[in-house]
């Protein structure tokens, strides 16, 4: 089974930046797509990013488009989220998630694994 680990996450102001690292390790790996998603106190685990781990294809949330970029680096089985103009509505929990078949699918159901997650907090 695949281990992913997030890391990356800190207290940074409004229009600040960060980068978010998720680490994938483990035995006969064999997923095809990973994606960032991010849940708030008391609200629904939403989507912010895929991409699929072949071609790189990506695609995003509404709501971080222009402002976050997802990337993955296959040799060192790492995927990062880049996320600047950060604003107070980002801040939550970020989760990597991994999906062991093709296609960048939006609700966390349709993934396999995820990361324990790692805190966002910007303050406006």
């Known amino acids: 089974q695949v281990q992913l680990k997030e890391s990356g996450g800190g207290l940074v102001q409004d229009g600040d930046s960060l980068k978010l690292s998720c680490a994938a390790s483990g035995r006969n790996q064999g997923y095809y797509t990973m994606a960032w998603f991010r849940q708030a106190p008391g609200k629904e685990r939403d989507f912010v990013a895929g991409t699929t781990w072949s071609s790189g294809h990506t695609d995003y949330a509404d709501s971080v488009k222009g402002r976050f970029t997802i990337s993955r680096d296959n040799t060192k089985n790492m995927m990062y989220l880049q996320m600047n103009s950060l604003k107070a509505e980002d801040t939550a929990l970020y989760y990597c998630?991994?999906?062991?078949?093709?296609?960048?699918?939006?609700?966390?159901?349709?993934?396999?694994?995820w990361g324990q997650g790692t805190q966002v907090t910007v303050s406006s």
């Open positions: 998630a991994a999906r062991y078949r093709g296609g960048i699918y939006y609700q966390p159901n349709d993934y396999d694994n």
